[in-house]
């Protein structure tokens, strides 16, 4: 498997574990009372959007050329990073 493959398989796994880690805590913010569920859902709605972000940078980075992708790697990471950043802050709200 090469470096690229070896790196978006990364990619996909951590994104996907990220998104199921937001569908478990979407159930337990569901069971707050109405006015927190409604800023939980607001950040979710936030966070999904970022996810959808993500997904999209993976989505590139898998259809670009071999003499792109490395350059994208680093835009990938930061794109990532943020994502999980806004998603640990948020978890930390609840």
Do not use: C, P
Not at 8 to 32: F, G, H, I, P
Not at 37 to 58: C, H, N
Not at 65 to 88: L, N, P, Q, Y
Request: net charge positive; no cysteine.
């Amino acid at each position: 498997m090469s470096k690229r493959d070896l790196y978006v398989d990364k990619m996909k796994t951590q994104l996907d574990e990220l998104n199921a880690r937001m569908d478990r805590v979407q159930a337990k913010a569901s069971e707050a009372k109405a006015d927190a569920r409604a800023a939980y859902d607001e950040e979710m709605g936030k966070l999904r959007a970022q996810s959808k972000i993500a997904v999209g940078k993976l989505e590139e980075l898998k259809a670009s050329s071999e003499s792109t992708w490395e350059a994208m790697v680093a835009e990938m990471d930061k794109v990532r990073d943020a994502f999980t950043h806004s998603f640990r802050y948020f978890k930390s709200q609840l």
